[in-house]
């Protein structure tokens, strides 16, 4: 089939990208390479695809580009693009969530209303939810799709938008829609500004970990090749479309207990430095699969251990050369900085050799004018 992926240069983005390659698929890519994190990381994640004969990149911003160049033929959507992260969602920074996140997904229902797409996948967030009142005697609560929704940061908020404009043109343009409301995407390649990302890399630089919170809220933490699984499910499954599903990892636990496994994992115990909880971030997030389980017949497969296990070896390799990118920058910029140097040098002495020339031929005009005056007879001087 012929997939357009939205984000493919993201984390969820390049995982998805080589599955749907190896699946058969033809890959048609589409990122801006946001500033929100590092360029290098996401060239990381898409070098393994990059010269493969079935994949093509397009570097445009969806908010802006004609998007019939990349809708024209397209049978499924998988729109993954977005402008992520709860906290940074507050204050003038709204703007790029506002046009990231929601009018990004009208622009490409809008343009892909009518046309023969067999799937549109999108991306949406357990962020949704924002903090539902636990129920009388209940110790814990698993959140179901049919739950009032009520987010707690603006991210979430515009989360939920896109996802009702998706029902929406399901509902008038039986536009093939499927939301999937993903829960704490973790694994190689994690976004830098996600818990387990910055707790690695704390423990790699033998620094404290920053917790907001008393680390106690509750995250289903789900495996990033879980939620690739579900979604190449949902490009063919019937009973998919018009629906909003989690997908959530199965093993909730609270993100002490993920530091201490993370630790367990590394060898090593870190510092803690606790943090006032952020504004928008939810207690718990538990996430009921009854809906997963029943449309797809799917049950997440890799445990917390194994998938941290592998975020971490991952880690390791990815600050490796991170550190050694940066060393050899610091190597190679004192050698600029001398050619730059002597580059000044060179520019100076052609200056200094031509305004010396000018001033001999001007010496040797006058002393030309001079004798020429001097032979003149009966001059008026
Ligand atoms: N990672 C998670 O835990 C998680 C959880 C819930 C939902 N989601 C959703 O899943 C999607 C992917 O998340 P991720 O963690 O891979 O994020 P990511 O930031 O790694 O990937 C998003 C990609 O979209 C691109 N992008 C953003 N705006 C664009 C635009 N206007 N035009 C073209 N490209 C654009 C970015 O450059 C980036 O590469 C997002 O929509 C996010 O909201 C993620």
Redesign the pocket.
């Known amino acids: 089939m012929k997939i357009l992926v ?9 995982h998805l990208t080589q599955r749907l390659l190896k699946e058969g698929h033809e890959v048609l890519g ?5 500033v ?2 590092a360029r290098s990381q ?1 060239e990381k994640g898409l070098m393994p695809v990059l010269l493969h004969p079935k994949f093509k990149l397009v570097e ?6 004609a998007l019939i160049k990349v809708l024209k033929g397209t049978e499924v959507v998988i ?7 709860v906290r940074g969602s507050w204050g003038a920074s709204f703007s ?1 969530y506002l ?3 929601i009018q ?1 997904t009208q622009r490409l229902l809008e343009e892909s209303k009518g046309s023969k797409l067999k799937r549109f996948i999108y ?5 949704v939810y924002g903090d539902v009142p636990m129920p009388e005697g209940q110790p814990e609560l698993f959140l179901n799709e049919d739950m009032r929704v009520q987010p707690k940061s603006p ?1 979430g908020v515009t ?1 939920l938008a896109a996802e009702h404009l998706c029902q929406l043109y399901h509902m008038e343009y039986k536009m093939p829609t499927v939301c999937l ?6 694994g190689p ?3 830098p500004d ?1 818990a387990f990302h910055r707790f690695a890399q704390s423990i790699l630089h033998d620094a404290a970990l920053t917790i907001y919170g008393d680390g106690k809220q509750v995250r289903d933490f ?1 495996y ?1 090749d879980d939620v690739v699984d579900v979604i190449n499910a949902a490009i063919t499954s019937p009973e998919a479309v018009g629906q909003v599903v989690n997908v959530g990892g199965g093993s909730p636990c609270t993100l002490m207990e993920a530091v201490t496994l993370l630790e367990e994992i590394s060898g090593k115990t870190s510092a803690k430095t606790f943090l006032e909880r952020q504004k928008g971030d939810v207690m718990a997030t538990r996430a009921d699969t009854a809906r997963l389980e029943k449309i797809f017949g799917f049950k997440p497969k890799v445990s917390l251990k194994e998938g941290l296990t592998r975020q971490w070896e991952w880690m390791q390799k990815f600050l490796q050369s991170e550190d050694d990118e940066k060393a050899i920058k610091a190597n190679v910029q004192p050698i600029v900085g001398v050619d730059e140097d002597a580059l000044a040098q060179v520019k100076a002495d052609e200056k200094a050799a031509k305004k010396a020339a000018k001033k001999a031929k001007m010496k040797a005009v006058n002393d030309k004018l001079s004798n020429e005056a001097a032979d003149v007879p009966g001059s008026d001087g």
């Open positions: 939205t984000g493919c240069a993201g984390f969820i983005g390049s589409v990122d801006d390479f946001d929100y994190y996401k445009e911003n969806l908010a802006t580009m729109h993954l693009a977005g402008q992520p992260g790029r046009s990231n996140n990004v991306a949406s967030s357990s962020s991210y989360k409301r993903f829960f704490s995407v973790y390649g994690q976004r996600m789900t990033v």
